[in-house]
Every structure is written in C-alpha cells, then in structure tokens.
C-alpha cells in the first residue's frame, strides 16, 4: 500500500523559513516523480512544485517561484520543500502527491496518490 | 481565483445522478484529454477518481464517469451514496499562463 507522511507543518512569521517532508513507502520512489500541492483556508487545491524520479528537473507554480524549493532523497525515500521568504498567503494545508510516471511533464498531469497534508500557518 | 470554474455547491439524494461541471479555456481543459477529478474528504487525502477525462483508477466505482465537451469537462455520479458526501475537484493541464497544471475551486456535494 502506498502511504505518504507530511512532517514539518508549523507556525512560522512572515520571511521565515521552513522545511517539509514527505516519507514515502510502499513503492518504489526512485521511479515515480513527484509534486507538492496546496490548500489554503477555504480555498481550492493549488499545485506548488514537481519534481522528476531523478530530481534533474523541477517546476514551480509562479507564486513560489525564486523562493520555494523542491528537493528529494531518493536513499531515503523522502521529498522535501524548503520554502524560504514566507508569506501570510502561503497559509495552507501542504500535500504531497506521487505521478503515475517518472516524469511529471511527459506524463498526464494527474496524482494517483496523495498524503494527509501539513499545515503551515504563516503569521505575525 | 481558481482557474477552472465549478460550481460552489451540489446535493442530490440517495440513488440520484448528479452532474458536476468543471469550465476551463482553449488553453486548458479544451484542448487536452487531461483531466483529472479528485475526492476529498476533510481531513483526508483527496483520492484519484478520474484521470485522462474518463478512465477509472482500479477500485474506484462505476458509479463515477467522467467527460467532455468543448471547454467543459464534467464528472457524474449515479446511485448517490452517503459516503459520496464530499469535496470534488477538477484539474487540467494547462499551456498558458503562470502554471501547467491548474485545479477547480472545488465542489461541495451534499447527499440529502
């Protein structure tokens, strides 16, 4: 069964930094890219980043663009997203998502599985 | 502003069909068969039911179809269950604009 476990969530101020993870198992991570997504407050679903099986691309949605990074541990199965810069509209509940491909832009854009999420919450 | 439109909110009773539409552009959902719908319940991961407009991941039920016409994708629900109480979004790959991939704000729906 696959699973994926968001850590990190937290209550930071704005211009503070911030690290997330994404423990995944139950497949074989090396082999499927990967992306993060957001939810702010009673909002709707906002793709962030992706990242290829191999980490030699990424992409960013351009309102993190220049301040969030996507990374992955390919030995230890985790992903990350260091997010610099923060800001109050960054507030949301971050998801982890894993593509049915190993490379998100030649794939077909969907997740077929996604984690529970982390809040991070970004205020003074 | 999400950049697929759907409706805030639909209901429907037990056994009933509903229809949740999902309107994107020439640039999005109307020049790409890729279309995915997600269910989320709150407090869970939101769960893969349609991908690439119509087809069905294994396990998910019949019950859920999905289509397209012109810039608007659609997702159908027939014999409404309780459990299909829940929140369902759209997405669609996109070749304009800030991102390539671009969801619906979500629809509400409310089995009476």
């Known amino acids: 069964e696959v699973q994926l476990l968001e850590s990190g969530g937290d209550l930071v101020q704005p211009g503070g930094s911030l690290r997330l993870s994404c423990a995944a198992s139950g497949f074989s991570f090396s082999t499927y890219a990967m992306s993060w997504v957001r939810q702010a407050p009673g909002k709707g679903l906002e793709w962030v980043s992706a990242i290829s099986a191999s980490a030699h691309r990424t992409d960013y949605a351009d309102s993190v663009k220049g301040r969030f990074t996507t990374s992955r541990d390919n030995s230890k199965n985790t992903l990350y997203l260091q997010m610099n810069s923060l800001r109050v509209e960054d507030t949301a509940v971050y998801y982890c998502a894993k593509d049915s491909y190993y490379d998100f832009w030649s794939g077909s854009y969907y997740f077929d599985s996604w984690g529970q999420g982390a809040l991070v919450t970004v205020s003074s | 502003q999400s950049a697929l439109t759907q409706p805030a909110s639909v209901s429907g009773s037990p056994g009933q069909s509903i229809t949740i539409s999902c309107t994107g552009t020439s640039s999005d959902v109307g020049s790409y068969s890729l279309v995915s719908w997600y269910q989320h319940h709150p407090g869970k991961a939101p769960k893969l039911i349609i991908y690439?407009?119509?087809k069905r991941p294994s396990g998910v039920s019949d019950r859920f179809s999905g289509s397209k016409s012109g810039n608007t994708a659609s997702l159908t629900i027939s014999g409404l269950q309780a459990d299909d109480e829940s929140a369902y979004y759209c997405s669609s790959y996109a070749n304009a604009g800030d991102n390539i991939l671009v969801f619906g704000g979500g629809t509400k729906l409310t089995v009476l």
């Open positions: 690439e407009v119509t």
